[in-house]
């Protein structure tokens, strides 16, 4: 909770995620994704917009988000940049 709020505060004329319409919400995407895409801890990862994947790419990320939930913390994929 204390990272999302931090980063709310941080975005400048930007509504905070629950309040903003989409159009707010992409452009906030669209400043944030670079940076955290840049960070080493994320070099193996990726990023792809929702609107991108098919039905059964989402079906696998669920299964995976679930099944990573129950996988100790050292044998997790890195995801999303």
Not at 36 to 49: G, R
């Amino acid at each position: 909770m204390s990272s999302r709020v931090r980063l709310a505060r941080n975005l400048r004329d930007l509504s905070f995620p629950g309040w903003a319409k989409k159009p707010e919400r992409v452009k906030a995407l669209e400043m944030i994704l670079p940076a955290v895409c840049a960070l080493p801890e994320m070099s193996d990862s990726f990023a792809e917009a929702m609107d991108n994947l098919t039905a059964l790419d989402k079906q696998i990320l669920v299964n995976a988000t679930s099944s990573a939930a129950n996988t100790p913390r050292k044998h997790r994929a890195a995801g999303w940049c």
